[in-house]
């Protein structure tokens, strides 16, 4: 299974830009899907998650600002991030729940984000 990630970039801050994350090697729709960053010196952390039924949930960090998206029908998932700040700077993955296996999830390759002032 390969997750394609892409949309990254580099953008001032207070712009914006939208992750896409193709899915579509999954034969069946995933129950989570999510996007995940990492920042240089720090861990990965959770951004956004949705679920099929879709709840969707955010990092405080970037309440108001992401809004995490899925098209069940392509297994894609996506990202719009808007008003930008320096601290967004990461690779930005994604990872997609195995829907066979609960337990067990993939991640995409990483797109990165640069933010700049």
């Known amino acids: 299974v390969q997750l394609q990630a892409s949309g990254g970039g580099l953008v001032q801050a207070g712009g914006s830009l939208r992750l896409s994350c193709d899915a579509s090697?999954?034969?069946?729709?995933?129950?989570?899907m999510a996007w995940y960053r990492q920042a240089p010196g720090k861990e990965r952390e959770l951004v956004a998650s949705?679920?099929?039924?879709?709840?969707?949930n955010y990092a405080d960090s970037v309440k108001g600002r992401f809004i995490v998206s899925r098209d069940s029908a392509k297994n894609k998932v996506y990202l719009q991030m808007n008003s930008l700040e320096l601290e967004d700077t990461a690779v930005y993955y994604c990872n997609v729940q195995d829907p066979f296996e609960a337990g067990h999830f993939y991640w995409g390759q990483g797109t990165l984000v640069t933010v700049s002032s």
């Open positions: 090697s999954l034969l069946f729709s995933p129950n989570f």
């Open positions: 949705v679920r099929s039924g879709g709840t969707k």
